[in-house]
């Protein structure tokens, strides 16, 4: 094997990786409101695991952050990744705070709305054929 191919599937590795994270961030966060919303509705359960799922978020949002970091074909992503993890870390404050100040605590749905945004531009911008 020659560095050069060496190097390309490593790319190609690093950019299906970052991809996958892109993908898994976006239906991660949709399956957030769907699990707040059954648990509005009845479903108690579901507190539970909106609140584990809202920790294994930060799978694929640091993934995506390391690798925007770290490979150079994905620099261009940085800023949006950037901002994703910013709000991904206002989500679980607004959380855990939210308990003990309403006020902040009605922040956090909205804040979901700004996390599914920037996934889906990071997603399509990924994606796009541009």
């Known amino acids: 094997m020659t560095a050069g191919l060496v190097h390309e ?6 950019f299906g990786l970052f991809s996958g994270f892109a993908v898994l961030a976006l239906v991660g966060i ?3 409101f769907l ?6 509705f009845g479903a108690a359960d579901a507190w539970g695991l909106h609140g584990l799922s809202g920790g294994l978020l930060s799978v694929p949002v640091l993934g ?5 970091l770290a490979i150079p ?3 261009r992503f940085r800023r949006d990744v950037g901002v994703l993890t910013v709000v991904y870390l206002l989500q679980v404050t607004l959380a855990g705070l939210g308990a ?4 902040l605590g ?8 700004i996390m599914a945004d920037v996934a889906m531009g990071i997603t399509k911008a990924r994606f796009s054929r541009g």
């Open 9 to 14: 599937q490593g790319r190609g590795l690093s």
């Open 64 to 68: 995506m952050l390391g690798l925007a």
């Open 30 to 32: 949709a399956g957030q």
């Open 100 to 103: 003990g100040f309403p006020l």
């Open 106 to 113: 009605a922040l956090h749905p909205l804040n979901g709305l």
């Open 35 to 40: 699990l707040a919303g059954m648990s509005i």
């Open 73 to 75: 074909g994905l620099h």
